[in-house]
């Protein structure tokens, strides 16, 4: 990797300085980074953790809203500084050194990976709620063929259809949100005669109606709900200005998280009490059809399967662009550093749906629990993703304060104390990890992968010729 200057200022990087097409303006990354982080952890996930959990969840997603908003922070002050589409292992390799480099990048590619696995599970899941009949493996094969093909095409025409895929997402919730509210009301005699109401948020069990810890334990699964926010940092190399267009992107978070994580969940657990939710059904599709309007638990669930389809989208783009970054490293081979004609990353989007097939595989083996082994897995690595982020930013403000890089006028507030006390929070996470049996298989599988990195870096180390530097 080629380091900065010490003493000057990083400039603005030139249009097509990666090779890549600038073709994302600031609505289509505004809705990517959206429909990233929209996907099968709320719609789908959420029913598992409000069984564990119960009313308590909101309070969970909140908490992990906060730490997640300073995450972004951290990583839009570094972006600001020098915005670079393979940002999250530049930056660990910048501060923190080699290895980190090499180990973010994989492990970012690793979490796609398994995330995209995630998606098209329960891609089949929603399919079979229109085609009992069709195994679930066949439809998550047939879904990862047709967005491999997608995302082959071009940049532009990737984040056009991204744009409308979270549209679609957005309009959802925001519709179940407003008839959701008709129906507490009431209004216009929506919904049944008994039964919706906020009280439902405490009067059986209380709050915490399953205890604090459930609530606590809740956060394996909130967590991986909020897997693609930082997906914003990818596009920084395709981004038109990225400096204004990333920043108004990360500026939107609260209010995405607000409206779409704690809104809809106090829609949903005011409407129906939070004992009629169970793992393996979507809240949403449960609330429809609670509500009785005519065709749309059905209307929901085609707007599930897109929310699902659309993060693999955006997964498998993410996936080859970190390959390719990670070529340009130094700590890939260079065959993955191949655009093709349409200055798409063709060997990284092949590699990585090649190994997204492992998830066609787990379905086949069990299809019951694998939408929960394969979230657990992608929850460890991203845990230990945003914690690299934060303490990047931490040296990274270290150095400002030492004179030998420039500040960034986009900063983290608070910081340090709130970059602390988000790191905090993941730890808090990654420890709770420890009881669930989910949990337990995630940390296995993380210790593997992280074996396997650290020897995989020593090989590679030894073989690969040195980076050139920049004067």
Same mark, same amino acid.
């Given at each position: 990797?080629?380091?900065?200057?010490?003493?000057?200022?990083?400039?603005?990087?030139?249009?097509?300085?990666e090779?890549?097409?600038?073709?994302?303006?600031?609505?289509?990354?505004?809705?990517?980074?959206?429909?990233?982080?929209?996907?099968?952890?709320?719609?789908?996930?959420a029913?598992?953790?409000?069984?564990?959990?119960?009313?308590?969840?909101?309070?969970?997603?909140?908490?992990?809203g906060?730490?997640?908003?300073i995450v972004?922070?951290?990583?839009?002050?570094?972006?600001?500084?020098?915005?670079?589409?393979g940002?999250?292992?530049?930056?660990?390799?910048?501060?923190?050194?080699?290895?980190?480099?090499? $180990?973010?990048?994989?492990?970012?590619?690793?979490?796609?990976?398994?995330?995209?696995?995630?998606?098209?599970?329960?891609?089949g899941?929603?399919?079979?709620?229109?085609?009992?009949?069709?195994?679930?493996?066949?439809?998550?094969?047939?879904a990862?063929?047709?967005?491999?093909?997608?995302?082959?095409?071009?940049?532009?025409?990737?984040?056009? #259809?991204?744009?409308?895929?979270?549209a679609?997402?957005?309009?959802?919730?925001? =519709?179940?949100?407003?008839?959701?509210?008709g129906?507490?009301?009431?209004?216009?005699?929506?919904?049944?005669?008994?039964?919706?109401?906020?009280?439902n948020?405490?009067?059986?069990?209380?709050?915490?109606a399953?205890?604090?810890?459930?609530?606590?334990? *809740?956060?394996?699964?909130?967590?991986?709900?909020?897997?693609?926010?930082?997906?914003?940092?990818?596009?920084?190399?395709?981004?038109?200005?990225?400096?204004?267009?990333?920043?108004?992107?990360?500026? $939107?978070?609260p209010?995405?998280i607000?409206?779409?994580y704690?809104g809809?969940?106090?829609?949903?657990?005011s409407?129906?009490?939070?004992?009629?939710?169970?793992?393996?059904?979507?809240p949403f599709?449960?609330?429809?059809?609670?509500?009785?309007?005519?065709?749309?638990?059905?209307?929901?669930?085609?707007?599930?399967?897109t929310?699902?389809?659309?993060?693999?989208?955006? =997964?498998?783009? $993410?996936?080859?662009?970190?390959?390719r970054?990670?070529?340009?490293?130094?700590?890939?081979?260079?065959?993955?550093?191949?655009?093709? *004609?349409r200055?798409?990353?063709?060997?990284?989007?092949?590699?990585?749906?090649?190994?997204?097939?492992?998830?066609v595989?787990?379905?086949?083996?069990?299809?019951?629990?694998?939408?929960t082994?394969i979230?657990?897995?992608?929850?460890?690595?991203?845990?230990?993703?945003?914690?690299?982020?934060l303490?990047?930013?931490?040296?990274?403000?270290?150095r400002? #304060?030492?004179?030998?890089?420039?500040?960034?006028?986009?900063?983290?507030?608070?910081?340090?104390f709130?970059?602390?006390?988000?790191?905090?929070?993941? #730890?808090?996470?990654?420890?709770?990890?420890?009881?669930?049996?989910?949990?337990?298989?995630?940390?296995?599988?993380?210790a593997?992968?992280?074996?396997?990195?650290?020897a995989?870096y020593?090989?590679?180390?030894?073989?690969r010729?040195?980076?050139?530097?920049?004067?």
């Amino acid at each position: 990797m080629a380091d900065l200057s010490k003493t000057q200022a990083p400039t603005e990087i030139p249009e097509g300085d990666e090779g890549y097409q600038r073709g994302l303006n600031s609505r289509t990354v505004q809705m990517i980074a959206i429909g990233g982080a929209i996907g099968t952890g709320l719609f789908y996930g959420a029913g598992g953790a409000i069984e564990q959990a119960g009313p308590a969840l909101i309070l969970a997603y909140a908490l992990a809203g906060l730490a997640i908003f300073i995450v972004m922070r951290a990583l839009g002050e570094l972006l600001i500084y020098r915005p670079i589409s393979g940002g999250i292992s530049e930056y660990a390799d910048e501060f923190l050194g080699r290895f980190a480099g090499f $180990s973010q990048g994989w492990t970012y590619w690793a979490v796609w990976t398994t995330t995209c696995m995630a998606e098209i599970t329960v891609a089949g899941k929603y399919v079979n709620y229109w085609l009992p009949s069709i195994p679930v493996w066949v439809t998550a094969l047939v879904a990862l063929a047709v967005l491999f093909g997608a995302n082959l095409i071009s940049v532009r025409l990737f984040g056009q #259809a991204e744009f409308w895929f979270s549209a679609i997402k957005v309009t959802a919730i925001l =519709g179940m949100i407003i008839v959701g509210i008709g129906v507490l009301l009431p209004i216009a005699g929506l919904g049944p005669d008994v039964g919706p109401s906020v009280t439902n948020l405490w009067n059986d069990g209380g709050f915490f109606a399953t205890g604090f810890t459930n609530a606590l334990l *809740s956060l394996q699964i909130v967590m991986f709900a909020y897997v693609g926010v930082e997906l914003v940092g990818v596009t920084a190399g395709e981004a038109e200005n990225p400096r204004v267009t990333l920043r108004k992107a990360i500026n $939107s978070v609260p209010f995405r998280i607000g409206i779409f994580y704690v809104g809809a969940l106090l829609v949903i657990l005011s409407v129906r009490g939070w004992r009629n939710f169970e793992e393996g059904q979507s809240p949403f599709v449960a609330v429809f059809q609670y509500i009785g309007i005519p065709g749309a638990a059905g209307l929901v669930n085609f707007i599930l399967l897109t929310a699902a389809l659309s993060s693999c989208n955006s =997964g498998i783009y $993410s996936t080859g662009r970190m390959l390719r970054a990670l070529s340009q490293q130094g700590d890939a081979p260079k065959q993955l550093d191949r655009l093709s *004609s349409r200055k798409v990353p063709v060997t990284g989007i092949v590699l990585s749906a090649a190994v997204m097939i492992i998830g066609v595989l787990v379905n086949v083996v069990d299809e019951k629990r694998a939408f929960t082994y394969i979230t657990s897995v992608s929850t460890v690595g991203i845990i230990v993703v945003w914690g690299t982020i934060l303490v990047c930013h931490m040296v990274y403000r270290r150095r400002v #304060a030492a004179g030998i890089l420039p500040a960034s006028d986009y900063r983290v507030p608070g910081a340090p104390f709130t970059t602390w006390a988000a790191l905090a929070f993941l #730890a808090l996470v990654f420890v709770l990890l420890f009881f669930s049996e989910s949990g337990r298989i995630a940390l296995i599988v993380g210790a593997v992968w992280f074996g396997l990195v650290g020897a995989g870096y020593l090989v590679w180390s030894r073989s690969r010729p040195a980076p050139a530097s920049v004067s």
